[in-house]
């Protein structure tokens, strides 16, 4: 049951040299500083298998949720938030305001490239602008393009493997993965907009065979209502890894608005400001 998702992960750790509060991690950056460990399972496929005959018993929903335990199993929204905010979105923006669709709602692309090229087809004074999708998610007049090449990524996923049979905007794991932050010793699941980035990560453990094999794909809206309605179970550690193209994009919009504003100097010399993502993008 998608109210279960990420319940069955096992605990392969892996030791990241960043700060969990730095900024969104690049797949590729971060490579050479993880190390690998294996560690009890948390809960197997014959306890996975189980909740799913509970879930059909009770009309779908995970017998966990309808329990104190699960109701009590919850985020903060303000955490919440905090994570969303680690993923940029990209909104076509005219004037002050965003643009909207003939129902009132305007749309955000996690790919900017298809922001860029939606951008292209229209007249006037438009632009392409990123921010963080904590910024626009529980907006009811928002609505949430997934990349075009995660959903060609989730064909590519067999039915097994996904935990969501109805999966909009996907987030890609590996069974047992785990991020934790050598100076803090925190650690976090971490859940990639990309598939091959996380691939990235997993062949260092497990192999150009296995790899593959071991990758699970679960939907964006149910890991954030089992985080705000529980129950949150391991995705209480969870940590987004955004497409490393979309951090990328959002780097040159920081520098673009440094030129802008000090177009005579470097952008290394332009006094008050910061070169942290802003409105959040990152803090984890």
Not at 9 to 37: I, K, N, Q
Not at 67 to 80: A, F, I, M, N
Not at 169 to 187: E, I, M, R, S, Y
């Amino acid at each position: 049951g998608s109210l279960l998702v990420l319940a069955s992960l096992s605990a392969v750790s892996w030791t990241l040299g960043l700060s969990h509060s730095s900024a969104p991690t690049r797949p590729a950056a971060a490579m050479g500083m993880f190390e690998a460990r294996h560690a009890a399972v948390v809960m197997g496929r014959a306890e996975r298998r189980q909740a799913d005959k509970r879930n059909k018993k009770t009309g779908g929903r995970s017998a966990l949720s309808q329990s104190s335990r699960g109701r009590d199993d919850v985020l903060p929204r303000t955490e919440v938030l905090a994570r969303l905010s680690e993923i940029p979105v990209f909104g076509i923006k005219s004037g002050a305001g965003f643009l909207t669709a003939e129902d009132g709602a305007a749309c955000f692309y996690l790919d900017a490239r298809e922001a860029e090229r939606m951008c292209s087809k229209l007249s006037g004074d438009v632009r392409v602008e990123g921010l963080p999708l904590s910024e626009v998610y529980f907006d009811p007049k928002c609505r949430l393009k997934a990349a075009d090449s995660a959903l060609r990524q989730l064909e590519t996923v067999p039915p097994s493997a996904r935990l969501d049979p109805k999966i909009k905007v996907p987030l890609f794991c590996v069974d047992g993965l785990q991020t934790t932050d050598k100076t803090t010793g925190v650690a976090s699941l971490p859940l990639f907009n990309c598939k091959l980035e996380l691939l990235e990560f997993a062949v260092q453990v497990y192999g150009e065979d296995l790899a593959p094999k071991k990758v699970l794909v679960t939907d964006l809206a149910v890991v954030v209502s089992n985080m705000i309605n529980g129950p949150a179970g391991l995705l209480r550690s969870a940590r987004f890894f955004p497409d490393a193209k979309a951090l990328t994009w959002m780097d040159e919009q920081i520098a673009r608005k440094k030129t802008s504003m000090f177009p005579s100097q470097m952008l290394s010399d332009a006094p008050g400001i910061p070169d942290t993502l802003p409105l959040g993008i990152g803090g984890g």
